[in-house]
């Protein structure tokens, strides 16, 4: 299983996410004809007819000085001439080049009223800042991704908001946000012992916008050993930034497991989960929970671990609605990072759209003690992957945004913390405090009643009731036992007057000093 590398030295867009992205998969020079009426179906097209040919990879050498950059060297490299700067366009462009972590170019065109035109490359429109550049660096590099601008924070200043940079990760910000939790078009056999495989974006169409926009749109070819695929992107930025995902995958030939809307995040600890090693700080960590909206109505809460070993826990649905990343807490002191801002790290909400039937949200939590490093994997697995050759075809939007405010309808957990009873070995202390919905109109001494049971023979050794009239939430506060080398799947909601009023929160408890 691969860590994914989340360096804070990067510039937010230029974290490097995968040892993985070192493969230098394939790549040619050649350029295929430019048509006219491009669209999706185009795009479907070359994905279907690369899916009926041999996967090929054609790795493009890349100049060792660039190659060979530290990440902080690498993100002195700048685009200082965006596409379509000084055309009074509501959005502009600019590119990375091929170099560090991202080895492998990528095919980038523009689409004109339907009409394909290339994106000529020219080392002209960057800077080196302090690099010693050699002479003789080629002037056909071709670029390794882009990213997006548009006037968000500091109108009529253009700023960045997606960065679409190494295999098919994109990150996206809303304004007065930085980047955190990343979306992937595809990922494929995470945590499997045949290794992962990463599909990557070969080339991308980025569609022209005219004045007055409010969308952006960008298409893309994906390739890998397994499996090709056409993209569209719809992308509408704000104070949160949406991305409308249209997709149709072709299998070479089976996989293990085929994830869907995958999203990739970091924890490293906070509120009594993780390793702390040594670290001062109260929590570090992009995301705090993992959320689920189930076809039947029920919403479920799982806040994120980082564990001492590899762990993958699954929720099997029927109808899903959607799944995200959560960031609970927005307060400066709840993380005290004057440099990683993590209350100013998005929450990412995907929805389906259409039916995506029956399958599983599967979570994959890796062990770190480095903030820079993304251990935390969420995504969908349909209960039945297509045959090989067989279009999928499905559809979904990936939502970036600062205010939790109305997502989750019922009340629901909006902080968890862990510790240990020493009085009894092996316990735990659990508190969840849940808020929202219909407990914020509660008084003191409302008939509200706690539904806790924990699996696998643990045994609950108390659990009580406290209620906040000032900040007005309700407190779980329960000592468990779970049994030795046995985790427990441990789940709690509330009731009210015989109603359900709050989302099922839900955790897998190992045992004290386990």
């Known amino acids: 299983m691969t860590l994914y590398r989340h360096d804070h030295h990067f510039p937010q867009s230029l974290k490097p996410f995968s040892a993985a992205l070192l493969g230098l998969a394939g790549w040619t020079l050649s350029m ?12 479907e097209t070359k994905a279907n007819a690369l899916a009926q040919r041999p996967y090929a990879a054609r790795p493009l050498p890349i100049p060792a000085f660039l190659k060979d950059l530290s990440p902080e060297q690498y993100a002195q490299i700048q685009d200082v001439s965006p596409l379509w700067r000084g055309e009074k366009r509501p959005f502009q462009v600019q590119f990375y080049l091929p170099g560090s972590w991202f080895r492998r ?23 080196f800042g302090d690099l010693k550049v050699p002479k003789a660096l080629p002037d056909d590099l071709g670029y390794a991704g882009f990213r997006l601008l548009a006037p968000l924070n500091t109108p009529p200043h253009y700023n960045e908001f997606i960065s679409f940079l190494g295999a098919t990760y994109f990150r996206a910000v809303g304004k007065g ?7 992937r078009g595809l990922g494929i056999d995470t945590a499997q012992p045949s290794g992962e495989i990463f599909p990557y974006f070969k080339e991308f169409w980025l569609e022209q916008p005219k004045a007055g926009a409010r969308r ?11 499996a090709t695929g056409a993209y569209r992107f719809s992308i509408r930025q704000g104070d949160s930034t949406t991305v409308h995902v249209d997709a149709t995958l072709y299998l070479r030939k089976p996989v293990q497991v085929l994830e869907l809307a995958p999203l990739t995040s970091m924890y490293w600890h906070g509120h009594g989960r993780g390793a702390v090693a040594g670290d001062w700080h109260p929590a570090q960590h992009d995301a705090s929970d993992l959320v689920m909206a189930n076809g039947n109505g029920e919403w479920i809460t799982r806040p994120i671990n980082n564990p001492r070993h590899i762990q993958t826990t699954t929720y099997t649905m029927d109808h899903p609605v959607g799944f995200g990343m959560i960031q609970q807490d927005r307060r400066f002191s709840a993380y005290e990072g004057i440099e990683t801002q993590y209350q100013r790290r998005p929450s990412v909400w995907v929805r389906m759209e259409g039916d995506w039937g029956r399958g599983q949200v599967r979570l994959v939590e890796l062990p770190t003690n480095n903030r820079n490093l993304d251990n935390i994997n969420a995504f969908w697995v349909p209960a039945r992957a297509p045959a090989p050759m067989t279009p999928l075809h499905f559809a979904y939007s990936v939502r970036f945004f600062l205010d939790n405010h109305g997502l989750i309808p019922l009340a629901h957990p909006v902080n968890t913390y862990l510790g240990e009873d020493h009085r009894v070995a092996g316990a735990r202390t659990v508190v969840i405090d849940f808020a929202g919905g219909a407990l914020t109109a509660q008084p003191e001494g409302a008939p509200v009643r706690v539904h806790l049971d924990a699996a696998e023979g643990a045994r609950i050794l108390s659990q009580r009731l406290e209620w906040d009239k000032d900040a007005r939430f309700w407190r779980v506060i329960a000592v468990i036992r779970p049994q030795p080398g046995t985790p427990s799947n441990v789940r709690c909601f509330l009731t009210l007057n015989h109603q359900v009023i709050s989302d099922t929160w839900t955790y897998l408890l190992h045992a004290a000093k386990e």
């Open 105 to 127: 170019p990528v095919v980038i065109r523009r689409v004109v009223d339907g009409v394909v035109r290339p994106i000529p490359f020219t080392l002209k429109h960057f800077t």
């Open 32 to 43: 295929p004809a430019l048509a006219d009426d491009f669209s999706m179906n185009t795009v």
């Open 216 to 226: 952006m749109v960008v298409y893309a070819l994906l390739d890998s050993p397994v």
């Open 177 to 183: 946000a930085i980047y955190g939790t990343s979306a």
